[in-house]
């Protein structure tokens, strides 16, 4: 199921980041005051931007780099200034169960060179 990163532009011209999977309904959700705190005193004037991602996984992580940028960053990915791509740093491959990462197997080589060459 698709969810959504959303940028919202509040009444004192600040700007709310939230996901959701519905963004019109969650944009309705905070105009009635039922929404999160925050834009229960600043209410929301309008969607800035919206990004669709694939699962409730990647819009938190997508949300939790994006809460973190000052607001004139937020509105230059809402412009299409900049793209959530990035904001977002590319996650670390993660070595299954058995497999080596390549810093081990670097390590591993250097072992063996030193055991070849008497070194402890």
Known sequence: ???????????????????????????????????????????PVQVLASFELADRSSA???EYWVKRLPPAEKRALAAGARTLDSVVPVPEPVALAGEETGDEADNEAGKETDEASGAA
């Not at 698709?2 to 959701?20: K, N």
């Not at 999977?21 to 705190?37: I, L, M, T, W």
Request: some cysteine.
């Open 1 to 43: 199921m698709a969810w959504f990163l959303y940028l919202l532009e509040c009444s004192d011209g600040s700007v709310y980041t939230g996901i959701a999977v519905d963004v019109q309904a969650r944009f309705d959700k905070h105009a009635s005051g039922a929404g999160a705190r925050y834009t229960r005193s600043r209410k």
């Open 60 to 62: 938190s992580r997508a």
